[in-house]
C-alpha cells in the first residue's frame, strides 16, 4: 500500500509535469507558432494565397466628376504663404528672422497680385509664396483693408503665369448651395474640403476691435492655414476668402466665415490702385458706445449725428448734428434710420451700408428729425 510520502510525492510531480507542459506550449505558440500549424511535421506543403480580384469599379458619380474637375482647375490659382518675422536676440544683439505662420491665398490677375487676410502677414517682415508648381517668390505688400480683413500682395512672375481665379458674385448666394475650400491647412498644402452656405451676413470680431460684417458662414471644414483662401460655388468662381472660424478648441468645428467676393471686388481695385481702401463717408461723427446709450434713453432706433463737419457732404446736405445743454445733456437733432430704404440701427450697419456704394455716389438718407422723417440726399465724399 502506498504510503503518504509517496503520495505527495507523485501529486507534486505531475503538477510540475503539467506546469512544463503549459510553459513550453505558452512559449511555442508565442514564439514558434508554425510548429503548432497542421501538417508541419507530417510534411504537406504550406497553403499559398494570391492577390484577391480587383473589382471593376464603374464609373464615378456625375458630382464626383465636377468635384475633381473643380480641384484640377482651381488648383493652380492657389498659393501657399509662409511669414517670417524679425526678432532680436536679447544677449548678442542680434537681428534673425523666425516663421512666424502660413496661410493661404489665391492670384488675382496677370499682374502678379496675390490676394489674402490682412491677419496672416500682420506683423511678420517678409512673406514668401509658393505656387502649386513648386515655384517659390518673395512677395512685396502691395496694401491692404484692417475694415475687410483684406491684404494684396505682388510676385513678379516672368512666364508661365497661373490664371486668376474666376470672379463670382455673393449678393445671390442661397442658404444651402455647395461650396468649395482650398487651402493650406496646418501647412497640408492644397487641401480640398466641401460643404455649403450655411448662412449669409454675419458679423463677427476682428482681433484689432473691429467688426467685420456681410460674412458668409460655411461649414466646409476651415481650419487654422486656410485664412486667405478661395471659397468657390460649384461653378468654380470665387466667391469669398476663408477668414475665420468659430471653434472653442481653435480647430473647424463647422462654422467657418468667408469675406464675400462683392467686397472683394470693390475694395481689391482700389488697394491696387491706391495702396489703401479709401471708404465712402459723409463727414459726420458717431460712436458706437455712445450712440447704443442716447437711442436707449430717448426710446428710439438710429444712428444719432454726433457732429457734422465743416465743408462736408452732411453739411452740404443739411444734415444737424447733435447739441448741447448749458447743463451738458445732449440733445439729439437729426438721427439716421436708413440708408436707401435699408434700415440702420446700429453704427456699424451704417458703416457697412456706406461700405456698399463709392465716393462721388449721391444716396439717399432717412433721418428722424423732430420726430419726422425725412430723406436727405448726400453726396458721398472720400473718408478717412
Same mark, same amino acid.
Given at each position: 500500500?502506498?504510503?503518504?510520502?509517496?503520495?505527495?510525492?507523485?501529486?507534486?510531480?505531475?503538477?510540475?509535469?503539467?506546469?512544463?507542459?503549459?510553459?513550453?506550449?505558452?512559449?511555442?505558440?508565442?514564439?514558434?507558432?508554425?510548429?503548432? +500549424?497542421?501538417?508541419?511535421?507530417?510534411? %504537406?506543403?504550406?497553403?499559398?494565397?494570391?492577390?484577391?480580384?480587383? +473589382?471593376?469599379?464603374?464609373?464615378?458619380?456625375?458630382?464626383?466628376?465636377?468635384?475633381?474637375?473643380?480641384?484640377?482647375?482651381?488648383?493652380?490659382?492657389?498659393?501657399? @504663404?509662409?511669414?517670417? +518675422?524679425?526678432?532680436?536676440?536679447?544677449?548678442?544683439?542680434?537681428?534673425?528672422?523666425?516663421?512666424?505662420?502660413? &496661410?493661404?491665398?489665391?492670384?488675382? %490677375? %496677370?499682374?502678379?497680385?496675390?490676394?489674402?487676410?490682412?491677419?496672416?502677414?500682420?506683423?511678420?517682415?517678409?512673406?514668401?509664396?509658393?505656387?502649386?508648381?513648386?515655384?517659390?517668390?518673395?512677395?512685396?505688400?502691395?496694401?491692404?483693408? $484692417?475694415?475687410? %480683413?483684406?491684404?494684396?500682395?505682388?510676385?513678379?512672375?516672368?512666364?508661365?503665369?497661373?490664371?486668376?481665379? /474666376?470672379?463670382?458674385?455673393?449678393?445671390?448666394?442661397?442658404?444651402?448651395?455647395?461650396?468649395?475650400?482650398?487651402?493650406?491647412?496646418? &501647412?497640408?498644402?492644397?487641401?480640398?474640403?466641401?460643404?455649403?452656405?450655411?448662412?449669409?451676413?454675419?458679423?463677427?470680431?476682428?482681433?484689432?476691435?473691429?467688426?467685420?460684417?456681410?460674412?458668409?458662414?460655411?461649414?466646409?471644414?476651415?481650419?487654422?492655414?486656410?485664412?486667405?483662401?478661395?471659397?468657390?460655388?460649384?461653378?468654380?468662381?470665387?466667391?469669398?476668402?476663408?477668414?475665420?472660424?468659430?471653434?472653442?478648441?481653435?480647430?473647424?468645428?463647422?462654422?467657418?466665415?468667408?469675406? /464675400?467676393?462683392?467686397?472683394?471686388?470693390?475694395?481689391?481695385?482700389?488697394?491696387?490702385?491706391?495702396?489703401?481702401?479709401?471708404?465712402?463717408?459723409?463727414?459726420?461723427?458717431?460712436?458706437?458706445?455712445?450712440?447704443?446709450?442716447?437711442?436707449?434713453?430717448?426710446?428710439?432706433?438710429?444712428?444719432?449725428?454726433?457732429?457734422?463737419? $465743416?465743408?462736408?457732404?452732411?453739411?452740404?446736405?443739411?444734415?444737424?448734428?447733435?447739441?448741447?445743454? $448749458?447743463?451738458?445733456?445732449?440733445?439729439?437733432?437729426?438721427?439716421?434710420?436708413? @440708408?436707401?430704404?435699408? /434700415?440702420?440701427?446700429?453704427?456699424?450697419?451704417?458703416?457697412?451700408?456706406?461700405?456698399?456704394?463709392?465716393? &462721388?455716389?449721391? @444716396?439717399? @438718407?432717412?433721418?428722424?428729425?423732430?420726430?419726422?422723417?425725412?430723406?436727405?440726399?448726400?453726396?458721398?465724399?472720400?473718408?478717412?
Amino acid at each position: 500500500m502506498p504510503t503518504r510520502g509517496f503520495l505527495s510525492r507523485t501529486i507534486w510531480t505531475f503538477i510540475t509535469v503539467v506546469l512544463m507542459l503549459l510553459f513550453f506550449h505558452s512559449l511555442i505558440y508565442h514564439y514558434f507558432p508554425d510548429l503548432l +500549424q497542421p501538417g508541419y511535421w507530417g510534411g %504537406d506543403q504550406q497553403e499559398t494565397a494570391e492577390p484577391r480580384v480587383v +473589382q471593376p469599379r464603374g464609373n464615378l458619380a456625375e458630382d464626383e466628376k465636377s468635384t475633381i474637375e473643380l480641384f484640377e482647375n482651381s488648383r493652380d490659382s492657389v498659393v501657399f @504663404i509662409t511669414t517670417r +518675422q524679425r526678432v532680436m536676440d536679447a544677449w548678442t544683439r542680434n537681428i534673425f528672422s523666425v516663421p512666424s505662420g502660413t &496661410g493661404s491665398g489665391f492670384i488675382w %490677375d %496677370d499682374h502678379g497680385h496675390i490676394i489674402t487676410n490682412l491677419h496672416v502677414i500682420k506683423g511678420a517682415s517678409e512673406a514668401t509664396v509658393r505656387l502649386a508648381d513648386g515655384r517659390d517668390y518673395r512677395a512685396s505688400l502691395v496694401g491692404a483693408s $484692417p475694415a475687410h %480683413d483684406i491684404a494684396v500682395l505682388k510676385i513678379g512672375i516672368g512666364f508661365q503665369r497661373p490664371a486668376p481665379v /474666376p470672379i463670382g458674385t455673393s449678393n445671390d448666394l442661397k442658404v444651402g448651395q455647395k461650396v468649395f475650400a482650398i487651402g493650406n491647412p496646418f &501647412g497640408l498644402d492644397w487641401t480640398l474640403t466641401t460643404g455649403i452656405v450655411s448662412a449669409l451676413d454675419r458679423s463677427l470680431p476682428s482681433g484689432d476691435g473691429r467688426t467685420i460684417d456681410n460674412l458668409i458662414q460655411t461649414d466646409a471644414a476651415i481650419n487654422p492655414g486656410n485664412s486667405g483662401g478661395p471659397l468657390l460655388d460649384s461653378a468654380g468662381r470665387l466667391i469669398g476668402i476663408n477668414t475665420a472660424i468659430y471653434s472653442p478648441s481653435g480647430v473647424s468645428a463647422g462654422i467657418g466665415f468667408a469675406v /464675400p467676393v462683392d467686397n472683394v471686388n470693390r475694395v481689391v481695385p482700389q488697394i491696387i490702385s491706391r495702396g489703401k481702401y479709401i471708404r465712402p463717408a459723409m463727414g459726420i461723427t458717431v460712436d458706437s458706445k455712445l450712440n447704443k446709450r442716447l437711442t436707449e434713453h430717448l426710446k428710439i432706433t438710429g444712428v444719432v449725428i454726433l457732429n457734422v463737419g $465743416p465743408g462736408s457732404a452732411a453739411e452740404a446736405a443739411g444734415l444737424k448734428g447733435a447739441a448741447l445743454t $448749458p447743463e451738458g445733456a445732449i440733445i439729439a437733432n437729426d438721427v439716421i434710420v436708413a @440708408i436707401e430704404g435699408k /434700415p440702420v440701427d446700429t453704427v456699424e450697419k451704417l458703416l457697412f451700408g456706406l461700405d456698399g456704394y463709392k465716393v &462721388g455716389d449721391t @444716396i439717399t @438718407i432717412t433721418v428722424l428729425r423732430k420726430g419726422e422723417s425725412v430723406d436727405v440726399p448726400v453726396t458721398l465724399q472720400p473718408g478717412e
